[in-house]
């Protein structure tokens, strides 16, 4: 039957035998690194531009900025809780191996990806000018530090999702988990990727300083090169424009 079949552990040599702690380990980095994480990265590349909204008369729509940290501080609190559940004991002592050491480091670059956040930089533009009325800010402005962090936390981010990945397989068959675990997140895993590649095709990966301030060349950063990563500027321009 199918239904046994599934039931079965990934590896019918060893039994799927784990304690009530490491259980909710792996539930909860499941569902932060497989679901919360992927999730908050597709509405953060791709819903900066609604389809309803009518830009760029409409700018700056918030949905894409707060649903991504809302998600992604979700993600970071259920991380911390997995992770200690299990520490000092349970799968980082005795099953994990490679796993447990993986585990640590997702958490460590976790936390190195929160404070690089911290250290963004100010918006500025015509929505948040300095106390003097200038419009200056360091994303506005697309300052040398603007530009550091979005390279670094983008790449940090994709490469998280890449190495959570090798984490979640890791401790799937740490914990030898049955067919069904494993064809569920592969599943999954397919969706998200298809997702992404079809808004990807379909152009959904708006410019973020356009999305905010709009096409107008008198903003500093669209007299700037095209961005990098795919992104797309809705109306471009020259230095002579």
Known sequence: MIWEWLLLPI???????????????????????AVLVPTAILIARFAKVLPSQRWPEELDSQLWWRSHWIMQSLALALCLVAFALVWGGGLFATQAGVHGWVGRAIVLLVVVQVLSGLLRGSKGGPTAPSADGVEHGDHYSMTRRRKVFERFHK????????????GVIGGLWSANAPRWMWLSVMLWWCVLVTVFYILQRRGCAVDTYQAIWGPNPKHPGNRMPPPRWGARRLVKFTDNE
Not at 11 to 33: I, N, Q, Y
Not at 158 to 165: D, Q
């Open 11 to 33: 590896d019918p040599s060893r039994g799927h035998v784990v304690t009530e702690a490491v259980a909710w380990h792996g539930r909860l980095m499941v569902l932060a690194w």
């Open 155 to 166: 790449t940090l981010g994709y490469g998280l999702v890449v190495f959570s990945a090798v």
